[in-house]
């Protein structure tokens, strides 16, 4: 049974026989499931379990780009386009995914409109997602980067009025990751952050006590940046 919602909608034959041509695997935390520059071409449909996507530099520097939760894809550039896998996707989790020969996730598209539109979203999505980011490490210095990522990361906290949190808490080498700097500055912006009432460390989570006033605060350096 194909239980991914990419295929949602589609009649249960050919989920079937779509189904009859993956492979399903399990996969252990930190297991490296797609290495960068491999030449494999395989699509991945996350069925449980979460994935970090990243490049790292050869002297060990990483760049995350995202981390993928079940319902998502990975691998579908390569499949795509032939060319060597563009990062790193490892797994967070222990996870299981579904592995669709390149073949049939392209014969899939061009033959399932509703589907092909899922994947066009999502690649559009994706460059919205990275213009941000550009955009972001362009104009921003650090402090409103770390604004602007915590922000992203947080969801309301329950029983919280205008509180948010991250949890489980990230981790600070995870966010320079994210924004792009060293380990030490984001810790010294947190720092600040709590010394400001505006975080607070609980266990189980990083608490955004004013989400507003960051976005407030993130509103003026964008207004201000020339
Ligand atoms: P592929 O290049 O085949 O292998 C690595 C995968 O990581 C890639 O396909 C995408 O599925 C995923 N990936 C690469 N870059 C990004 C990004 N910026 N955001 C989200 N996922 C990405």
């Known amino acids: 049974m194909l239980r991914i919602a990419y295929f949602e909608g589609l009649d249960s034959a050919e989920a079937e026989r779509i189904a009859r041509k993956c492979i399903w695997r399990r996969v252990d935390e930190h297991e490296l499931v797609v290495d960068y520059d491999d030449r494999s071409t395989d699509v991945y449909f ?3 379990g979460d994935l970090r996507v990243l490049i790292r530099t050869p ?3 990483e760049v995350i780009l995202c981390d993928l939760h079940p319902g998502q894809i990975f691998g579908e550039m390569a499949a795509i386009d032939g060319a060597e896998r563009s990062a790193n996707v490892s797994a967070l989790t222990k996870s299981e995914l579904c592995i669709m020969p390149s073949s049939v996730f392209k014969n899939v598209l061009f033959s399932q409109p509703a589907v092909c ?5 999502l690649l559009t999505k994706r460059i919205r997602d990275l213009n941000a980011r550009l955009f972001e490490r362009s104009v921003l210095d650090l402090r409103h980067r770390l604004y602007a990522e915590l922000l992203r990361l947080a969801l309301p906290r329950k029983g919280h009025e205008g509180q948010s949190i991250i949890s489980p808490p ?3 080498h995870d966010l320079a990751a994210r924004i792009g700097c060293r380990r030490e500055q984001v ?3 947190v720092q600040a952050m709590i010394h400001e009432g505006l975080a607070e460390k609980i266990r189980g989570g990083l608490v955004l006590l004013r989400p507003a006033t960051l976005e407030q605060r993130l509103t003026a350096c964008l207004e201000q940046a020339g």
Not at 117 to 121: D, I, T
């Open 117 to 121: 539109e899922k994947v066009l979203r």
């Open 59 to 61: 002297a060990g520097k």
């Open 187 to 189: 810790n010294r912006e």
């Open 170 to 172: 990230p981790l600070q």
């Open 46 to 48: 996350i069925v449980s």
